[in-house]
């Protein structure tokens, strides 16, 4: 069984530039949640997708934006990019909205 | 709105003793659940134990044991025989089904260092 993998493990951009982040959910898990952790700090919810809608959404402007695919893999899509934006991008997976969450190592994303 | 406190920014431990984490948490709802994480460095969140409110017995998984006081609106994590392993990054975080639809509330995290 594969756990959740998260695409690429390190980025950097500068201001004002897009980056798409991917998340490949944990096998039969229909739910991916992404969180934004920043350096010496708590995750904190950004949005869930269920079975390929949004089903939640934290603090976060419009510019975060995610998509979740057929096979249930996700992206998280963040335009004009802001320094505040640098942290550890984190997503987990799990088979309902409300059971157990399963983590990926992260996306660290640095923004120049 | 539902909030997570961990007031113990670093915790230092010698192997094989017991170290207790403290959290407390502020929510109306009478309902939830309630977790503790593991972040080592390689960065991997990993579920160490989980509580729901409605449960008056203490979880516990193996060397891991909570202390919820629901009244205190309180949550500690208890690690006994502390191992150099256990040494992370350790979160407690909050959940309801009635609020903030399906997030997470995670607190600010206490680092602990286990020495040998």
């Known amino acids: 069984e594969t756990g959740v993998t998260q695409s690429p493990t390190h980025l950097i951009k500068t201001r004002g530039q897009q980056v798409t982040l991917r998340c490949s959910s944990q096998s039969g898990h229909n739910t991916v949640s992404w969180y934004q952790q920043a350096l010496g700090q708590g995750p904190q919810f950004i949005f869930q997708y269920y079975r390929e809608e949004e089903n939640g959404r934290g603090n976060f402007p419009p510019r975060f934006s995610g998509l979740q695919f057929p096979n249930y893999s996700s992206e998280l899509n963040v335009n004009a990019l802001e320094l505040d934006d640098s942290a550890l991008y984190l997503c987990?997976?799990?088979?309902?909205?409300?059971?157990?969450?399963?983590f990926g190592p992260g996306t660290r994303l640095t923004v120049l | 709105a539902q909030t997570v406190t961990q007031s113990q920014p670093e915790m230092s431990v010698q192997e094989a003793e017991t170290v207790t984490l403290s959290c407390t948490y502020d929510t109306s709802e009478s309902d939830y659940y309630l977790f503790w994480y593991k972040q080592p460095p390689s960065r991997q969140m990993i579920l160490v134990i989980r509580q729901e409110a409605y449960k008056q017995q203490n979880a516990t998984e193996n060397r891991f044991s909570v202390n919820f006081q629901k009244a205190a609106k309180s949550f500690s994590l208890k690690i006994s025989d502390s191992q150099l392993g256990d040494a992370a990054m350790y979160f407690c975080?909050?959940?309801?089904?009635?609020?903030?639809?399906?997030?997470?509330?995670f607190g600010a995290g206490t680092r602990l260092f286990v020495k040998a």
């Open positions: 987990a997976s799990s088979s309902g909205a409300w059971d157990e969450q399963f």
């Open positions: 975080a909050y959940r309801d089904p009635f609020t903030g639809g399906f997030k997470t509330i």
